[in-house]
């Protein structure tokens, strides 16, 4: 048995990748698949709670997503990379986990209230829509994961997991409410570890219109696909709240975070912004186009690792069959322990998975 921490994350597919998600999180797990038993999860199901009518785009989507994640140094030898529709133990323990929270609390989810907004949703979201939320805590848990590498958004899905992990352990493994997360106690009695967010140094990458996280959604993303040119045209759409003669420059600015998080050469980054701050004879322009080579530079490796797999939609699958078969070993053996302790263990049973082409 490994004694290695595990690591779970995962990614809704709504389209391309793009620069948020690499340094939000996807950067953080190429360093961690060394280090750590790494899963990541394809978060497919939970595409159908906004998009169930479109499900051929949501089956490519999926797919596109493990290109990228290659693109970006994911190695499938290091690191599962499963479908979460095809790991049963999931669906499973999303049922149980929606019996420990109140309906209120999951409602109360700053990201659920915040999507429905960002979304326009208003009051015709389907009943899956929070459940996902739910789901998301069983995603983790079913991993009995110890960290989870995401992006400032997600902080408060792995508080509601955290929550779960608790009570469970509490209900179900007769662990004293006032024990701490961290007590060896936690680990040896309880089922679940309390799993910590591991937020990435760039939590939220503005978007190139200045003011929103970067989204696909939103039309403000620097896809990994993007090639020179359209970098070069993206951020020169960039709003950099500059526009008036009252303002002499933010360095709080999106295209301040932008010069601190691409210009690979710290002294260069220095420069640019200490003349960007003090409107010394350098303007947006200017900087823009620096910024736009340095993401090209970025960009250029992964995309020549991507070409790889182009048309080449069977090497993709034969990655997540493989995935999602060791994470239905891990996440089998976690369903049924917590059958057991949970009331639920009457007799064993053995599902096989991944074994017919
Ligand atoms: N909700 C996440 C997102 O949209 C994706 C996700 C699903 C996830 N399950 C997860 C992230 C488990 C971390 C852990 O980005």
Known sequence: MS???VILTGDTPTGQLHLGHYFGSVRRRVELQETHDC???LANMHAYTTRSENPDEIHSDTLEIVRDYLAMGIDPAKAAILLQSETPAIAELTFLFSMLLPFNRVMRNPTLKEEIKVKGLGENYSFGFPLYAVG???DILAFRAHSVPVGEDQVPHIELTREVARRFNKLYCGIDENIEDDDPIMLEKGLFPIPRADVGKVGKLIGTDGINKMSKSLNNAI??????KKVKKKLGQLYT????????????SSLMQYVDI???DKDRAAELKDKYVRGDNIGDGHIKVEVAEAISEL??????????????DDTIIDIIRDGTARANIKTEETLAMAKEVSGLGYFS???TFGDSK
């Open 262 to 264: 691409f210009i690979a």
């Open 39 to 41: 899963y990541f999860l």
């Open 223 to 228: 896809l990994i696909t993007d090639n020179p």
């Open 136 to 138: 998301q805590t069983a």
């Open 299 to 312: 960009l250029a490796p992964m995309q020549e690792r991507r070409a790889q797999y182009d048309g080449d």
């Open 241 to 252: 709240g500059r526009q008036s003669v009252t303002d002499p420059g933010d360095p709080e």
């Open 349 to 351: 049973r053995a599902i």
């Open 3 to 5: 004694t290695r921490e």
